[in-house]
């Protein structure tokens, strides 16, 4: 989708949103898939309601994106705009065991940073790419943590009210893997409390999952993540490596030899190949073990 009315170009930039005319989403996210559109980077928090409102009144569906890791983009021309956040400077700020965070802060450099001043309770997320916004929206969690624990409270624009809110940790619910964030809902910045850590300890927390997350994910190659969310008490990829499936590829998309759950884009694989992976490898888990796999990674197909 382009903009091209110069009215709207105008107003875009007095509200301090950066227009990117055709972007490849391919660039922008780790799998390497992803058609083209405009894309709107946003400097200022503020902007966002009237921007959203000034979307509407001309018929521009938008979607948001955050460090695009756990995403699958469509291919081709796609009929929607995208919105980004620009990382302000700083992105995190501290207030003893507060963690006053910007959405579009890299999640592995907030970790970093709040380990230095001693503050941990995230070392399982390290190593798990994108922004704090993005895995906030999902409750991102390994090695027997999640975000969601360290939440006191979110600011977020909300397509239901139309507006920026302030929700306590008490009014959102944090899952596996999911939220009570609406899709359209889009994360500004978090309140983390996070527990008082000696530097070396929480290093050596940090070195324990890098070491874990090494030997059992493929990391130096392009994937969303885990594509399936584990059913209860059970691991997608084990059932998938079960069935023999390690290798399997639809042209460059091929289920990673090391982990099952992991689909990479071995050379220039396209969203119909990946998207057509996902399928089979849903029918064949259904057949063998009776049991629906729902996808972790998210979909914007057109
Ligand atoms: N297994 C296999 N073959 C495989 C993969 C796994 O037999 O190809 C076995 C493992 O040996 C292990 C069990 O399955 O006994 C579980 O595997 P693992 O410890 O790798 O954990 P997982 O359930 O596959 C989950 C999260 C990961 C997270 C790790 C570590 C989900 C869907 N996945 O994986 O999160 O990093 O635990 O905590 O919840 C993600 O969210 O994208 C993600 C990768």
């Not at 990117?20 to 799998?31: C, D, F, K, N, P």
């Not at 291919?75 to 705009?81: A, M, S, Y």
């Not at 507006?163 to 899709?183: C, G, M, N, W």
């Not at 691991?235 to 590829?249: F, H, N, Q, T, V």
């Amino acid at each position: 989708m382009h903009i091209r009315d110069p009215k709207i170009i105008a107003r875009l930039a007095e509200i301090h949103v950066d227009l990117q005319h055709s972007v490849a989403l391919a660039g922008l996210t780790s799998l390497g898939i992803g058609g083209t559109t405009d894309l709107l980077r946003i400097k200022k928090h503020e902007s966002l309601p009237y921007l959203l409102s000034l979307l509407d009144a001309n018929d521009i569906p938008h979607k948001f994106l955050g460090g695009g890791s756990n995403l699958l983009v469509g291919d081709g021309e796609l009929p929607w705009v995208v919105l980004q956040l620009v990382r302000p400077e700083p992105d995190v700020v501290l207030d003893g065991n507060l963690a006053h965070v910007d959405a579009a802060a890299d999640l592995g450099r907030m970790i970093t940073f709040c380990a230095k001043n001693d503050l941990g309770g995230m070392e399982g997320l390290i190593g798990v790419p994108g922004t704090v916004g993005g895995a906030l929206r999902m409750n991102a969690g390994a090695y027997g943590m999640q975000i969601g624990s360290y939440v006191r409270e979110v600011k977020l624009y909300r397509a239901a009210s139309r507006k920026v809110e302030v929700l306590r940790d008490h009014q959102i619910s944090f899952e596996y893997r999911h939220t009570s964030f609406a899709p359209d809902d889009m994360m500004l910045s978090v309140i983390l409390e996070l527990p008082s850590k000696p530097f070396k300890l929480i290093l050596e927390g940090i070195r324990i999952c890098n070491e874990k997350r090494r030997s059992s994910q493929p990391l130096g190659q392009k994937s969303a993540g885990c594509i399936f969310k584990n059913p209860s008490g059970a691991s997608a990829g084990r059932m998938i490596d079960e069935l023999g499936l390690k290798g399997l590829s639809v042209g460059d998309a091929r289920i990673s030899d090391r982990h099952a759950n992991f689909f990479v884009n071995a050379g220039h694989a396209s969203a119909q190949d990946m998207l057509a992976l996902i399928a089979d490898v849903r029918e064949r888990v259904q057949k063998s073990f009776g049991v629906s796999l729902e996808n972790e990674v998210v979909v914007w197909n057109a």
